[in-house]
């Protein structure tokens, strides 16, 4: 597995916003040491220094793109600290960030690859940020395996990366109960409940809050504007939300709360 050396694809999804300069200042260095790049953004806008949800987004996301695409992930709490940085292989694809948990979906033993943790010494960087090492040493590393470098002569193995505790579910009585994970642009919540957890059953009714979101649905348009629906959305999860409506508002739920499903 190599990245395309012709025109390497870099994703990046951080929790920096585009308010400030920084998202820029990842672009000028990756350009500037990989000048071919395609750079695809995928968010900036994961909530301030929330490791999971941008776990989620990568594991939704990441999948999409060819074998050989470098994705550059800095959602860092813990910069100049003694967290580990990482450069690791998964799935056929190319992963570099803080070693915090952010990688966990695709650190399984079906998909990982290998891992090390890189050393700022042979990326030859002269000088390190102690607050921004997303522009000097993981910029650095994404763009050094972009153009082809070896992963693995960026450091020493690792044996143990950071991994989540990663939400799932639980029998509880008749119901299965899991949680909201993340509440995306729309004000949908997706949970932690799986397509593969509800296989074979027939959903009677979903609720978060108190508030019933009804059977499980196909699509949003099986019921009405503003009307509460449960379906399975595109990343494979449970998901509850208000057609055409901002269920987080309105419901008033939030990532932790609890969701429960009911079955005929």
Known sequence: MTPHRDRPIITLL????????????????LLSLCPEARLIDITHRVPAHDILPAALILEATAPFFPPGTVHLVVVDPGVGSSRRALAAS?????????????????????????????????????????????????????????????????????????????????????????????????GNGVTSIRHRDLAGATVANVRCRGFDFGPLRRHYAEVVPSAPVALINSMGRLEVALAQANAAVAVG????????????
């Open 90 to 186: 998964a799935a056929g694809q190319y992963f570099v960030g803080p070693d915090n948990g952010l990688f966990t979906p695709f650190f399984t033993e079906d998909k990982l690859a290998g891992v090390v943790a890189v050393d700022e010494e042979r990326l030859h960087v002269k000088a390190l940020s102690s607050t921004f090492h997303g522009r000097d040493l993981f910029a650095p590393a994404a763009a050094h395996i972009a153009r082809g470098a070896d992963y693995r002569l960026l450091g020493e193995p690792l044996e143990k990366p950071v991994r989540l505790v990663w939400p799932g579910v639980e029998p509880r009585g008749d119901e299965l109960v899991g949680t909201i994970l993340y509440v995306d642009h729309f």
């Open 253 to 264: 739920f939030a990532p932790g709360d609890e969701v429960s499903v009911s079955f005929k």
């Open 14 to 29: 951080s929790d920096f916003g585009t308010r400030d300069g920084y998202v820029g200042s990842l672009k000028g260095v």
